[in-house]
């Protein structure tokens, strides 16, 4: 028998982790238990606010921003994001974003790993 293919907006609720700088919403997960292969979520980072750099030793990820502005660094380099557009990052480096818009920035990330690692840069 197949496992249950449909999770409830109350249940991705109930995975949601706020920050100072804006939240995260958890969507597919191994943790969360309804993916085997993969990580989804939705980011949302608040109008001048930044997350702090981090990098995921054991995943690439994709960003896709739906909503709002964002300089983002990626190892050396910064990009300029605007609603619409894909950055990928690859396994181990570096990164973060700061909303840089008139709005708050709102995007869906993805990971090619169920057991998404957050490693903070130390200073």
């Given at each position: ?23 995260l919403r ?16 939705r ?18 990820e ?10 983002h660094?990626?190892?050396d ?38 057991d ?8």
């Amino acid at each position: 028998m197949m496992e249950q293919p449909v999770y409830s907006a109350q249940a991705m609720e109930a995975a949601r982790k706020d920050e100072a700088w804006g939240s995260l919403r958890w969507l597919a997960s191994g943790r969360i238990g309804n993916a085997e292969g993969l990580t989804l979520g939705r980011v949302l980072i608040r109008k001048g606010a930044e997350n702090p750099r981090h990098c995921h030793p054991n995943c690439e990820e994709l960003l896709y921003l739906m909503r709002g502005r964002l300089e983002h660094t990626l190892g050396d380099e910064t990009y300029t994001l605007e609603a619409g557009d894909t950055l990928r990052i690859p396994k181990g480096v570096f990164h973060n974003a700061r909303s840089t818009g008139d709005e708050d920035a709102d995007m869906i990330v993805a990971y090619d790993s169920a057991d998404r690692q957050f490693v903070l840069e130390q200073p």
